[in-house]
């Protein structure tokens, strides 16, 4: 028999409510949302439009419809969209570009997830011409998720956006953990959001909430994604329940990000000391290692310490393991996921040791 999990490593989207958040949202004034009746979730919107100095923001069920729709306003059948070859949107949206929009995506091999000006110069295609795709849309992932939680330089972003303006592209920031790249650069929310033309921020991974991202731009493009989120069923009616989760998170929850932060880099400096693994230097919540000199794949690593209560990821490549830190993890549970990985590490030694 399996242990029941003790330290949930696996993401920060596992987290749940805690009671004041329940609270919020048990208490939570009501409306229609689909009518603009909803005082809560008019709030949230509002309180996001003024958190990112853009001037209108929009309430939504997820983070992938919130790129979804972006995408969708941003691009037209046959467009092209530059990203990171990691990114969410190209690997993990069941190519919901093509689908949805008809968008085709050149991938750019950034390093941690993160590319530069000069490979936007090189992605975008010559026009005009008769054949190629037209080049529409840049998407900068902040933080970088596949990259290991990286945070963008705003110098790197700053260079990004100043190539894709002057080749009159559109730019597009995936924030689904934009306020821990806040935290951590000390750069305003409205400062990343100025170099782009539509973002969004994610409810339900490090600040907390059960369900919900929030989508900003300039009225005129929000305007349009009121649309395409009747037409992708994301009109909602009674949110108000669920967008109290939000005001209170972005009230209560961002600070605190700190403490995920430093719970990783106890987490890496902790795994650093265990021989056999290779851990990659966290910046924020994240911390990658590869498992290959142990023998094990990622796969064979995570049973292994799921057995013994603590659960990781896949870190998107077959050796490599992600761990995420959030609302639910304490630094003692970090002290006790580093002993089961010590002890799963120990045993493997100790049988091959018996087995040559
Ligand atoms: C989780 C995530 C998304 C999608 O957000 P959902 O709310 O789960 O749909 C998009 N981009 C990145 C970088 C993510 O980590």
Redesign the pocket.
Known sequence: MTNPIRVDLF?D?ITRPTAAMRKAMAEAEVGDEQKGEDPTTNRLAEMVAELTGKEKALFL???????QIAIRVHCRHGDEIIADRT???YG??VGGFAALSGASLWPVEGERGVFQGRHVAAAIRPKPSNHAPLSKLVVV??????GGGKVWPLETVKDVAATARHRGLKLHM?G??LMNAVVKSGVSTSEWASCFDSLWI????GLGCP???VLAGSAEFIQEAWRWKHQFGGAMRQSGIIAAAGIYAFENNVERLAEDHENARLLFEGLMNIEGLRVEEPDTNMVFFDVRFLGLTQAEFCELTLAEGVRFSSGMAPSRVRAVTHLDVTSDDIKDALSVVEKVVRNLKESSVESV
């Open positions: 993401s989207t069920p997820s983070g992938s419809m919130c790129n990114a969410h949107v993990s949206e992932e902040q933080t970088s998720n596949m995936d689904a953990r994610d409810l339900s991974k369900v919900g991202a």
